[in-house]
DNA sequence: TATGAATGAGTGTTCATTCAT
DNA sequence: TATGAATGAACACTCATTCAT
């Protein structure tokens, strides 16, 4: 999952004259100047979507932000999708290096901290990439590239947290898996978009109680700094 | 909760400021014709907030849904947002009975079933006013009635599982609840949106074995039906 | 009053409440280009208000008039009336250097000839700026601004006159002040609007003579050119 | 100008069968009870077009305000034009009285009681028809019937006061009598509209002194009443 | 004679995308 | 490589008028 995102510069509908078509994702080379204005677009974008979400924000918002103009952001990417599906490989890249650094969840307090330490990067990622991961939830992005980045994404976190399941001796199937991954999602959701009163270690310390023994079969221990307040 | 909808026909003596209006409900008494159609009009509506989205779906799609004009639709509904307000009654009514109706999860199998069949009641509201509880988390509605109709209504329900998970001798801080919340609603997503493929049944026994052992501190129960195979 | 308009391009964070907007004006620099549009809709839709009015006016015969696009409109004014308020302002400026420009009205020709010049001065400007004179007039204009506008720009007339009417020793209180305001407004509408037949110069003749002897206690002079013609 | 007002139900665009076209104001003969409605029709709508202008005005307004329906309004009148048509003729009846009753206006304080008693007049009326009044005046009215009738009437008006000003032996050529025709309507409309602060008896006295010096010839009298003081 | 419901053409406004410089 | 200007399809909302009861 390491390709490179090249920018699909005229892909658009409309091709007439005799151009690179078929070859669809024909990056022009960028010099470093322009690798900096795309930089500069894409963390825009991501303040802009953590502010408005995907679908609200428009391509005003964005090269505002990004203190540059409409016709720069044509240059770079072909449309708001488009630069969606870069934003999709940088977040894939992300997760998918949480899934290759998944440890065994053993059931006694090394696999809480090893749980502990995935949820943490998890909601990291999030943080960063949170109206990336929505959009495909959402379901309603056009480019099949975009879904298929996040889908592929999603399904490696899965599967690696499903073969730690496994491992553990808790049901893994495909639906056990998928109410993990609900959890973790939203979870995030609600941390980072602060719809409800959450903060980020007491979310930490529940989630990993919750998630080992709900979800890999561990008895109850008495967490460290888990407070067993109620509300 | 059991305020009726009002159809918000405002006299907004000069100008309707586009959104949500100041003198929302000013209801012409409705006949029975009328009555039909606002019916016809609420159902149409969400059939067709559950295939695009709140957002997504125009009002056209909805009269057209509806068969009926775009100026009838202005006849019940100041505008979508309205339109969401009177859905999000009806839901919050249906939350609100989810709450009340829910009783003790006791550790045993009584306490599973007890579960099982308020998550199966909740994911049964899910299927009919999924997009409007979407909506409400998306947390994009300007509508202030609307929000406070879900905040109110997702507020209940949290308390009322947090008191049964309190009885269960589980951690029922404000976190930990939200986490539940968190895994419902998810949950109910990936089920009605089919984006996973996850089925009712299984779905369900998965949910109670999990959030019985994950959230109401239950022992791991060799639940019948459970399937224990791996995907 | 040189206030210069500045285009509000506002960024309404959220909803443009489709009447006059707080943020009047966050104007982009125009180049050249840009300003070359602006005129272009302001003349053109002088051109329409005249044929029309102004509430008659849609924006799209403004800009099919100026041969632009419908969202070039937009690019420029926030809404119609923002385009008014635009007018205003350089309307009020024309009216502003009018009423600077009013010499001492005494009872003799002299008086006479400084009255006539100044009504042709009135009607001229009214030619250009009657639609937006009478769109405050009408009193219908949401926007504060542009009454705002209007309404000082005739106090600034109305007290100039009314300082020349008190040095001639004729009565100019308020009320007289606002009666001849009345006629002059009227007298040019009904010269511009061609709703009466009354060619520039006899109009000219015959309020120079009806004002200087109603409004300015002049005595009945021979005035040369007045036709004491009966029709 | 004693037609009576027919009911031109039935004469619009679409007519197919064999009806009573040909004869366009094929009135019904109305009972007791059609034409109370009517009368409830006319007096409301004058409320409304009283406060909001003729064309900003809605059929939805006026039925509102005559506590009827919007079926009903149709049963009566064609449209919103004809409404205005039927109003206009009672309109011109008033005026056509004014026209009638004014008496000569001589030079001395007899006629300047003449004059103001007419202006009196004028301005009751004034008050009650300005709308329809202004509605002429804006020439934005569609239907050929009621700009006849509106100028007729003034024309009436016009033919009547040019007599007068003639017999004073002050110029009474059409433009001298359109300005004061200018004078008189615009006058009426600020105290009515209340947009200029001038109370009716204070406008009473300016006018009557204004008018007779100004048109009449008249020599200034020591009007009493008059306020000399300058504002 | 009266009514409330229904209709749809008309209008204002937004915004992704393309163009000329 | 960068920019501001221009475009027009898309969409929300209004309201005069007609219809069924």
Not at 18 to 36: F, I, M, S
Not at 193 to 220: I, K, Q
Request: proline residues 5%.
């Amino acid at each position: 999952m390491s390709e490179a995102y090249t920018s699909p510069r005229k892909r658009t509908a409309r091709r007439p004259p005799a151009d690179t078509v078929g070859t669809p994702a024909q990056a022009r080379e960028l010099r470093a100047q322009g690798r900096k204005t795309m930089r500069k677009l894409l963390d825009a974008s991501m303040r802009v979507f953590a502010e408005r979400g995907f679908h609200a924000a428009r391509v005003d918002d964005i090269v505002r932000a990004a203190r540059t103009s409409h016709g720069t952001f044509y240059l770079y990417f072909a449309n708001k999708e488009d630069l969606l599906r870069a934003l999709a490989l940088e977040c894939a890249q992300d997760l998918d290096a949480l899934a290759v650094g998944l440890g065994p969840i053993t059931p006694d307090r090394a696999g809480a901290a090893q749980l502990r330490q995935f949820l943490d990067a998890f909601f990291s990622t999030y943080r960063r990439y949170g109206p990336v991961i929505r959009a495909w939830m959402e379901g309603r992005v056009d480019d099949r590239e975009a879904q298929r980045l996040g889908l592929h994404a999603f399904t490696d976190i899965a599967t690696a947290l499903g073969r730690r399941m496994h491992e553990a001796g808790a049901p893994s199937d495909h639906t056990s898996v998928a109410a993990l991954m609900a959890l973790l999602e939203r979870s995030a959701y609600f941390l980072v978009s602060r719809r409800v009163e959450v903060d980020n270690d007491t979310l930490l310390d529940t989630m990993t109680c919750v998630v080992h023994r709900g979800f890999f079969a561990a008895p109850l221990l008495g967490q460290p700094g888990r407070p067993r307040v109620d509300r």
